[in-house]
């Protein structure tokens, strides 16, 4: 059996031995082109759309939970945790899966059902859900709250923003 350690060199070897005879089946012109200052410029034209405000909203959440689950799995790793901290980290990591799970879930929910992007943070029983629109509608944000919360059996707090 393959361990831990022989598939990551494995993985990273055919990785670097891809990009090695991609970089050298390279055509020549692509390698010696010089970027001119129009182009410079153009690459250097960012317009910001509504959208990538959720966008980093959603990286920055996914950073969150990565942090997280590392540190929950270095605990459940460790020789040196007692049992009762190996099962509460068992149980955080079971509890942040199903959160991040649902909150994909209620996102496509929500697009599919009112045709609006948005993103969602679940934490224990609040809701976070961002809309990105800049009609700040009542009766739309009554609709996404009952909507969200057709998907859970227990009361949930639920806060709608409009970016």
Do not use: C
Not at 79 to 96: C, P, R, T
Request: aromatic share 6%; proline share 1%; hydrophobic share 40%.
């Amino acid at each position: 059996m393959v361990n831990k350690q022989s598939m990551w060199f494995l993985t990273l070897l055919s990785l670097v031995l891809v990009l090695g005879v991609y970089y050298v089946t390279m055509p020549n012109d692509l390698l010696s082109s010089k970027i001119t200052s129009d182009e410079v410029t153009d690459v250097l034209d960012v317009k910001v759309s509504e959208g990538d405000a959720l966008i980093a909203m959603r990286a920055n959440r996914d950073e969150e939970v990565s942090l997280e689950i590392e540190k929950l799995e270095s605990v459940l790793t460790s020789d040196s945790s007692s049992v009762e901290a190996k099962n509460k980290a068992f149980e955080d990591l079971k509890v942040l899966n199903l959160n991040v799970s649902k909150e994909e879930e209620l996102e496509k929910k929500l697009e599919e059902k009112f045709g609006i992007k948005s993103y969602i943070e679940v934490n224990n029983d609040n809701v976070k859900v961002v809309i990105n629109s800049k009609e700040h509608d009542a009766s739309l944000a009554n609709n996404l709250m009952r909507s969200v919360q057709e998907e859970y059996e227990e009361k949930m707090y639920i806060t709608i923003e409009f970016e």
